[in-house]
């Protein structure tokens, strides 16, 4: 079994940064890729961003250029870099792994295996 443990949510004013980070652990064999979802009260869940393991990136179209992905193979996290926020951006991010991600970072949901609990964003205008 895999566990995804996110941190780093909080309350920022507009225009400030958040820096979330997921760790994953368990019994993982094959080479991930990482996503970022967010959902927003009565809203359905929304692609953010993604990393495969090879490290190419995608983004959502709302965070592109505002939102940087990376990760740190060896202690198995991703992290999600969030500058300029935007009230809009208030939302439960969710991490996700997908077993099969060795060069793609899919924007589906329906492509990840295993998902954290979220941690809340909460922008302030």
């Known amino acids: 079994q895999v566990q995804l443990a996110e941190s780093g949510g909080g309350l920022v004013q507009a225009g400030g940064s958040l820096r979330l980070s997921c760790a994953a652990s368990?019994?993982?064999?094959?080479?991930?890729?990482m996503g970022w979802f967010r959902q927003a009260p009565g809203k359905e869940r929304e692609f953010v961003a993604a990393?495969?393991?090879?490290?190419?990136?995608s983004y959502g179209d709302s965070v592109q250029g505002r939102f940087t992905i990376s990760r740190d193979n060896a202690k198995n996290t991703v992290y999600l870099q969030m500058n300029s926020l935007k009230p809009e951006d208030t939302a439960v991010y969710y991490c996700?792994?997908?077993?099969?991600?060795?060069?793609?970072?899919?924007?589906?949901?329906?492509?990840?295996?295993?998902w954290g609990q979220g941690t809340t964003v909460t922008v302030s205008s």
């Open positions: 990393i495969s393991w090879s490290g190419s990136r």
């Open positions: 368990g019994r993982i064999f094959r080479q991930y890729a």
């Open positions: 996700a792994l997908d077993l099969h991600g060795i060069t793609r970072s899919a924007s589906s949901p329906n492509e990840y295996d295993y």
